[in-house]
């Protein structure tokens, strides 16, 4: 009976020791948004095993967030969302004397982040970037000659637009990201929350529908990077990507990145641990990884973003770091704006011009 007994105890503390030393984080990032071997590099230093999904827009990630449950322990949205899901209380704060890393971070983008999340509470950024025109620069310029490809109005004038429309247009699948855009490309505040201005910006979105092939927030880079299209509305790094993919593949196809003369949204993607998050420890632990300089720069060298992390920037590649797409100059700068997120009534505005320009009624 001894040995029986014995025998169950050493059987339940083998299970036990199991049982402890399967710890897991479940993250939920962006599609194409972090270099693999990082992932394994940080299971092989912690034990921590990353169950690791992938979205293509923040309706989504909100919208699991809002109903509960999600099953993540990390999330990345963007600026806006941040701020909206923090006000309805989706984010637990940090513990930040868990998160030695936060030195590392860049100071400036930590302040513009603080826009959406007050005293850098909830979020940490990750990555950041523009929203601006991916270029088949070959095939544009055979249609449009010697027009600069540095405006919207590859996109947004109707006759120019109508000229590409044989060759391919695709936008994002994002009213968040666009409307900021063609605000300011109407002269109007790319902030702004009155629903005369949010009008103006759905009609233009509206004029130009037509020309449009597809709107979706990632199949934009492999239609670049093939030469499948002349022009996309889409992220800075996701361009550069489809950029060096076409490099790559040695197709001839020539993808350039512009962020408009008539201004840029400057967004912002930031880890955040949901409330109800279950692996508390181990998402601090992945975030404090993510947040190591020689890590950040991996991830950047990886997806052509730039990283939030300013000590990375000696591990970066030199050519990320000189391409002013990525990178942008100081004058550049000054031409980006943030949005901040939509209250309930312009956010219903916006869902239904969205919904008229995708279905043209």
């Not at 490099?247 to 020539?254: R, Y």
Request: proline residues 4%.
């Amino acid at each position: 009976m001894f040995r029986f007994l014995a025998s169950v105890a050493l059987g339940l503390g083998l299970v036990t020791a199991a049982a402890a030393q399967e710890r897991v984080v479940n993250v939920y990032n962006w599609s194409d948004y972090v270099d693999p071997k990082a992932l394994d590099e940080f299971t092989k230093q912690t034990g921590i095993k990353v169950v690791y999904d992938t979205y293509d827009n923040n309706e989504i990630v909100e919208t699991k967030l809002l109903a509960g449950k999600s099953g993540y322990d990390i999330v990345v949205p963007s600026g806006p969302f941040v701020q909206r899901l923090i006000g309805a209380k989706i984010f637990q704060k940090l513990d930040k004397s868990k998160l030695p890393n936060l030195a590392n971070q860049w100071p400036d983008v930590t302040q513009r982040l603080a826009v959406f999340d007050p005293g850098n509470q909830h979020a940490v950024n990750y990555m950041w970037g523009t929203t601006g025109l991916g270029v088949n620069v070959k095939k544009v310029k055979e249609v449009l000659g010697d027009m600069p490809l540095n405006t919207w109005d590859l996109v947004m004038k109707p006759e120019v637009a109508s000229k590409l429309k044989g060759c391919g247009i695709y936008m994002l699948d994002s009213p968040e990201d666009l409307f900021p855009g063609v605000m300011a490309y109407l002269g109007l505040n790319p902030d702004s929350k009155r629903t005369e201005d949010l009008n103006k910006a759905g009609e233009a979105l509206f004029r130009v529908r037509g020309n449009v092939q597809k709107f979706h927030s990632s199949e934009y880079i492999n239609a670049l990077a093939n030469g499948d299209i002349c022009v996309a509305v889409g992220y800075s790094g996701d361009i550069i990507q489809a950029k060096n993919r076409a490099e790559e593949a040695k197709n001839g196809v020539e993808v350039g990145y512009f962020i408009p003369r008539e201004g840029a949204l400057m967004w912002f993607d930031s880890f955040a641990i949901p409330a109800d998050a279950k692996n508390v420890a181990e998402a601090h632990e992945f975030i404090n990884f993510m947040l190591r300089p020689e890590i950040a720069a991996m991830n950047t060298n990886f997806v052509s973003y730039a990283s939030g992390n300013l000590a990375a920037k000696q591990h970066i590649d030199k050519a990320i770091l000189d391409n002013p797409g990525i990178y942008p100059d100081e004058a550049t700068m000054k031409r980006l704006f943030t949005n901040t997120a939509y209250d309930e009534r312009s956010q219903r505005t916006v869902t239904r011009l969205w919904t008229r320009v995708k279905t043209g009624r």
